[in-house]
């Protein structure tokens, strides 16, 4: 049976439109890191080399070099952890220049992706569609933990306004957040979706999950 992250892992990648607690654990992700405004025109190249690669694991079956324990399934979301520079928070005066992003973008993959099927998968990859950033993609393990998350409907650029909401809910149950570092997880395509009705899940570390 195809594993379809959108039925099975509902309390991951569907929560609902307010805030909750949850506790993520660990998975795998192809990753890679950048600096600077999502709107310049490198950007998508970023998410580019990401789906080349995942979608390279999901088709492997079809060049027969699929690894063992593969089971067909439904490629996960496009995610990125976002930060600003050093220089940016040392200077920090209450808003944020675009420019001054640090982001990891990454897609997770099922745990029959290994290390030496990574790179099995990156050098098929480069040959059939090569692209200077496929240097840049490692295969990471990721556990999150505690965390406070909610659905953002709308904007990018309205996002704060969820992040108050969630703050104060965080604050209401005893539970602090770790660091202005938080993660999306894109559920809508930027491209081909109308800003009002973009749908972000959006998340951040928490101190603890309350008793």
Known sequence: MKHEWRKHEKEIYL????????????????????????????????INVLYSLSYGVKMS???????????????????????INEEAKNNFSGTVNKDDFVFKLMIRQPDFVTSDFFYDILTLTKA????????????ETIKEGACVQMLHLGSYDNEPESFKIMEDFAAKHGVKRLSKKHREIYLTDARKTAPEKLKTVLRFRIDSIPH
């Open 61 to 83: 079956y079809k060049k027969g070099i699929e690894p063992k324990g593969y089971f067909d399934y439904t490629v996960y979301p496009l995610e990125g952890i976002w930060d």
């Open 15 to 46: 929560p609902k439109n307010g805030p909750e607690i949850v506790t993520i654990p660990e998975f795998k992700y192809f990753t890679i890191v950048g600096e600077g405004d999502p709107n310049n025109d490198i950007f998508p190249e970023y």
């Open 128 to 139: 059939k569609k090569p692209h200077k950033l496929l240097d840049c993609v490692r295969l």
